[in-house]
């Protein structure tokens, strides 16, 4: 968990999907072919989104 955000990843093989959750709304989600790439991928997602919240 990141500042309130929960980030999941699911997958098996060549397809990974990862998602990035605030209160069980999802913030941001996405695919890639690599578990390693849907680690940086949700918590690059999870690092702008905390970003732009906290500027407001």
């Known amino acids: 968990m990141l ?3 929960s980030l999941s990843i699911t ?3 060549e397809v990974w999907r ?3 959750k605030r ?3 999802d913030v941001a989600k996405g ?3 690599t578990l390693l790439g849907a680690e940086i ?3 690059d997602a999870a690092r ?3 970003a732009q919240s906290s500027k407001t």
Do not use: P
Request: charged share 25%; with cysteine; glycine share 14%.
């Open 23 to 25: 209160c069980n709304i």
């Open 11 to 13: 997958g098996a093989d």
């Open 41 to 43: 991928e949700a918590e």
């Open 3 to 5: 500042g309130g955000l």
């Open 18 to 20: 990862w998602r990035v």
């Open 48 to 50: 702008q989104y905390f």
């Open 31 to 33: 695919w890639t072919r």
